[in-house]
């Protein structure tokens, strides 16, 4: 019984190559993806939530200095719409809770031919809740919108990556 265990794991490991898969950063830094993220220029984004988003992406695509990488191959475009919204209305006529929409448009532009080389959408939202106190309220809505530009973040960067390894599928 314990033979047989230890061939079918053995062959599991051996299926493993055949199913398709491929690691998304192969090579580490010096992997073609990995260079392709890190020659993306983020452009600047309008407003608080649009300066998150891009310090969020320039730590996620890894270029040197202030985002801006020193050969850029492409340009990151954002526009970000911010929406906070309450529901939820207490017995009282009061919000209980709050809704927080962060969605974005971005467009990946190749610098030398100016074609948009992806042209998509991302977004998160947060549900928090209204309490007693002002101050808790604030400081809850900063932490949802911080925490949304960050999820957005990745997965604006997870999108251009399969792009730049060549999976349109996504």
Same mark, same amino acid.
């Given at each position: #019984? ?14 493993? &190559?055949?199913?398709? #898969? *491929? &690691? #998304? ?14 020659? !993306? *220029?983020?452009?600047?984004? %309008? ?11 320039? +730590?996620?695509?890894? /270029?040197?200095? /202030?985002?801006?990488?020193?050969? &850029? ?11 906070? %919204?309450?529901?939820? @209305?207490?017995?009282?006529?009061? !919000? ?5 929409? @962060? ?10 031919? %100016? =074609? ?17 106190? +002002?101050?808790?309220?604030? /400081?809850? =809505? *900063?932490?949802?919108? %911080?925490? @949304?530009?960050?999820?957005? /973040? ?15 599928? *996504?």
């Amino acid at each position: #019984m314990r033979k047989a265990r230890l061939l079918a794991a053995a062959l599991a490991v051996l299926a493993l &190559p055949a199913c398709g #898969m *491929q &690691p #998304m950063y192969a090579g580490g830094g010096s992997g073609e993806v990995a260079r392709g993220l890190s020659g !993306i *220029q983020v452009s600047a984004i %309008e407003g608080r939530s649009g300066w998150l988003l891009r310090n969020a992406l320039v +730590d996620r695509l890894g /270029a040197s200095g /202030a985002g801006e990488s020193a050969n &850029p191959r492409y340009r990151l475009d954002v526009r970000v719409d911010d929406q906070l %919204e309450g529901f939820g @209305l207490l017995s009282d006529d009061t !919000i209980g809770r709050e809704r927080r929409t @962060l969605r974005t448009r971005y467009q990946l532009v190749d610098l030398e031919s %100016e =074609e948009i080389v992806l042209d998509a959408t991302a977004g998160s939202d947060a549900g928090i809740d209204v309490v007693s106190s +002002d101050y808790a309220t604030i /400081a809850a =809505e *900063q932490a949802a919108l %911080e925490n @949304l530009t960050k999820d957005v /973040a990745s997965r604006i960067v997870t999108k251009i990556a399969l792009r730049l390894r060549g999976d349109t599928s *996504q």
